[in-house]
């Protein structure tokens, strides 16, 4: 299996997947620290993480995969959401908190 057919599965599989580098209890960049803690404060506590770091064709193909550029990248109910930055924006104005609570 390719690794945009692995994506395609994990994605479709799970309510929330988070791509990231590193893991929850040890995060291997800022950006992906940054999103777990938003996960965090969202209550969610339940979801599946893809370390990219231990996979190569896993962490380019995300990128094709969504076409955007960087990680981490989350997914909620098979959509792509966005990054740490996007997370970020998307809690300080609620957006994320409500996403959960609708798609949940």
């Known amino acids: 299996m390719d690794a945009q057919e692995r994506i395609r599965q994990i994605v479709s599989n799970y309510p ?3 791509f990231m580098k ?3 209890q040890f995060p291997m960049c800022g ?3 940054r ?7 969202c209550g969610i506590d ?12 896993i962490r380019h193909g995300i990128k094709i995969f969504s076409n955007w ?14 990054g740490a930055d996007i997370m970020m924006e998307m809690y300080q104005s609620g957006e994320l908190q409500q996403l959960f609570k609708n798609a949940l």
């Open 69 to 82: 550029p960087t990680i981490p990248q989350l997914y909620v109910n098979g959509v792509f959401i966005g």
């Open 46 to 57: 339940s979801l599946h993480i893809v370390n990219v770091l231990e996979d190569e064709a």
């Open 22 to 24: 590193g893991t929850a």
């Open 35 to 41: 999103a777990i803690q938003l996960l965090k404060a």
């Open 31 to 33: 950006f992906s620290g």
């Open 16 to 18: 929330i997947g988070l």
